[in-house]
C-alpha cells in the first residue's frame, strides 16, 4: 500500500486538465509554433496560449500583458532575483530575505552576494512567522529588493504579505513573492498586496510540471533584465517556444483552482485536523509552525524520540516529505525548522504531511494506522532513558 | 538485493539492501535485560551525534545466553545491531572479542559514510564484555 501524502511537493495531474492538454497535444489545428502567427496553425495556439495569460491573469488581479510564461517557480524566482537585482543594481545593492525561503531563492542571493550585493536574512520567530517591524528595520537606503515567500513549502506558514508589500512600496522597494504554494488556495491581489513580481507554478495546483510563471507589474512597467535571449519571446523576458499544451495546462489548472478552492480548503482543513488529532493520540508529537496562519494541506510533524531516516524507513508506505523535497539527496537537518529554532534531532524527526483535492478519509485513516503502529515500535527499539 | 524507498522523501535515494530491511523490520533481539541475573550491559555512542546504543548480554557459564539491545540511529544502525545481537548468542566472551565490524558492514552493504557507526556497536560490546570481565 502506498499513501500520496506529498501534495506540497506536487499534485497530481487533475483529469480535467489533463484531458485539455491531450487536445492540445493531439489536435493538428494545434500543431503550429505560437509564435508562427503567419499562418492559421500558429495563430490557434497563440490564442490558446493568450487566453491562459488571461487566466492567470486573472487569478491573481493582475493584466495579462504582465504574465511571463517560465519553466516553474524556481525559473520565475531566478529571473526575478536576478532580473531585478542586476537591472536595479544602481538603486542600490541590498537585498532583503528570510532564512525559510525556498532555495530557488537562496541560491541565487548566495550567488548575487558573490556579485557584490548585501543580503539580509530575515529569521522568522519560532512559530515561522517573520514579523512586518523586522522588515522595516531591516529596510535601509541601499535597499532595492525583497524576497518573501507567501507559504512556506515546509510549514505552510502563511507570511503578512499585504503587510510587507506595503512597507516596501512606501520606501520604494521592489517586492517579489513567492506564490507557489499560496496561489490557487489563499487569495492573491497583486495591486492590493503592492506586489511587483510574484512566482507561479502550475504543478503544485493539479496542472502539469514544467510550466510556470513570473508576474512582472506594468504600470508603471518594472526594468527586469533577462537571463534567457534568442527570440524575443515573452515580451524579450524570457525567450524560447512556448509549450501550448503546458501553458494550456497550466491556465486551466489555475481557473478551476480558484472555482473550487472554497471547498477544497474546507474539505482538506478537515482531513487535516482528522490527521492531526490521530497524530496526537499516537503521543510525543509536535506541531512545527504557526498553530492558525497556515495554509490547510500542510502538516510539518516533530516526532520526539525517533531517529528521522528509521522513521522515514519504517513509514516507507506514506509518501511524505522530510524537509523539502527538492533537495533531494540530503540527511541532513531541515534549516527551515532549524531556523524556527528546533534542534537538529528535532528537525531530522520531523515530517510533512500534505493533503489535497483526491485525499480521502480512507487516505488518512490508513496513513494513521501506520505512525500507530510503527512510531511505537520504534520508540520501544530505542528506550525512552537512552542518552 | 537492494530496494529502494517508494517515499518521495529526502532518504529516497537511500537503498537498504534486504538484509538491512529484515533485521530492521523484525529487531526480534529489541529490548532490555535490565534486572535479570547474570545480565551485562554495554554502552556506546550519543543521540545528539545520531548514533546510540545499549547492548545487553546475559550469560550462563561463559557463554551468552541472551542478548538484547536498545538503540537509536539509522536503519543500517538497527540491523546492525538486531545482526549483532544474533551473532552473539551462544558465543564465549573470548569469541566476542573476534567481532569484526568490516564484515557486518559488508553483510548489510552499509554506505562508506556511514561505517563509522559499527564502531559506537563495537565499543558497547567491548564494554559488555569488559564488564563480564570485571565480574569474573
Known amino acids: ?387 | 538485493m537492494n530496494v529502494a524507498l517508494s517515499a518521495a522523501n529526502s532518504f529516497a535515494t537511500v537503498d537498504y539492501s534486504a538484509d538491512v530491511v529484515r533485521l530492521f523490520k523484525q529487531a526480534c533481539h529489541a529490548g532490555s535485560l535490565a534486572g535479570i541475573e547474570h545480565a551485562v550491559c554495554g554502552q556506546a555512542g550519543m543521540r545528539a551525534k545520531g548514533a546510540s546504543v545499549r547492548l545487553w548480554l546475559q550469560f550462563r557459564d561463559d557463554r551468552v545466553q541472551t542478548a538484547r539491545f536498545e538503540a537509536y540511529g539509522c536503519p543500517h544502525f538497527l540491523a546492525a545491531a538486531e545482526a549483532l545481537c544474533d551473532w552473539a548468542e551462544h558465543r564465549t566472551r573470548t569469541e566476542l572479542e573476534t567481532w569484526n565490524w568490516s564484515e557486518v558492514a559488508a553483510y548489510l552493504a552499509m554506505p562508506p559514510a556511514k561505517r563509522a557507526r559499527l564502531l559506537v556497536l563495537e565499543d558497547a560490546l567491548r564494554h559488555a564484555a569488559g564488564v563480564v570481565g570485571q565480574n569474573r
Request: contains cysteine.
Open chain 1, 1 to 387: 500500500m502506498n499513501i500520496y501524502l506529498d501534495y506540497a511537493a506536487s499534485t497530481p495531474l487533475d483529469p480535467r486538465v489533463a484531458a485539455r492538454m491531450i487536445e492540445c497535444l493531439t489536435s493538428a489545428e494545434l500543431q503550429g509554433n505560437p509564435a508562427s502567427v503567419t499562418h492559421a496553425f500558429g495563430r490557434r495556439a497563440r490564442e490558446l496560449i493568450e487566453q491562459a495569460r488571461v487566466q492567470v491573469a486573472q487569478a491573481i488581479g493582475a493584466t495579462p500583458a504582465s504574465i511571463v510564461w517560465t519553466s516553474g517557480a524556481t525559473e520565475s524566482d531566478n529571473l526575478a532575483l536576478f532580473g531585478a537585482a542586476q537591472f536595479h543594481a544602481d538603486r542600490g545593492k541590498h537585498i532583503i530575505s528570510a532564512r525559510t525561503e525556498h532555495k530557488a531563492v537562496l541560491e541565487p542571493l548566495k550567488k548575487l552576494e558573490k556579485q557584490g550585493f548585501k543580503v539580509t536574512y530575515l529569521k522568522p520567530d519560532t512559530d515561522g512567522i517573520v514579523q512586518p517591524e523586522q522588515l522595516q528595520a531591516a529596510i535601509t537606503d541601499q535597499t532595492v529588493l525583497v524576497s518573501l515567500m507567501h507559504v512556506n513549502n515546509e510549514t505552510g506558514v502563511i507570511q503578512d504579505i499585504a503587510a510587507m508589500g506595503q512597507l516596501c512600496r512606501t520606501r520604494n522597494v521592489l517586492f517579489h513573492v513567492d506564490a507557489a504554494q499560496s496561489a490557487g488556495r489563499l487569495p492573491i491581489d497583486v495591486n492590493a498586496m503592492h506586489i511587483d513580481l510574484l512566482s507561479l507554478t502550475a504543478h503544485k495546483i493539479y496542472g502539469p510540471k514544467g510550466i510556470g510563471a513570473l508576474y512582472v507589474r506594468r504600470q508603471p512597467t518594472l526594468g527586469l533584465e533577462p537571463m534567457i535571449v534568442g527570440g524575443g519571446h515573452e515580451f524579450g523576458l524570457r525567450a524560447g517556444t512556448l509549450a501550448t499544451h503546458q501553458i494550456v495546462g497550466f491556465g486551466t489548472a489555475l481557473q478551476l483552482a480558484i472555482a473550487e478552492c472554497e471547498t477544497d480548503n474546507a474539505r482538506v482543513s478537515t482531513l487535516r485536523e482528522r490527521l492531526w488529532q490521530g497524530l496526537q493520540a499516537v503521543g510525543g508529537v509536535e506541531l512545527n509552525g504557526h498553530i492558525t496562519q497556515r495554509v490547510p494541506g500542510i502538516l510539518n510533524v516533530a516526532f520526539q524520540g525517533v531517529e528521522g531516516e528509521s522513521l522515514m524507513f519504517a513509514l516507507h508506505e506514506l509518501a511524505v516529505s522530510a524537509g523539502s523535497a527538492c533537495a533531494t539527496g540530503s540527511d541532513e537537518a531541515s534549516y527551515v525548522l532549524r531556523a524556527l529554532g528546533r534542534s537538529d534531532q528535532l528537525a531530522q524527526s520531523s515530517l510533512r504531511f500534505s493533503l489535497g483535492r483526491f485525499t480521502t478519509e480512507a487516505d488518512i485513516d490508513a496513513a494513521l494506522e501506520i505512525v500507530a503502529r510503527e512510531v511505537p515500535r520504534l520508540r520501544a527499539l530505542t528506550g525512552q532513558d537512552l542518552p
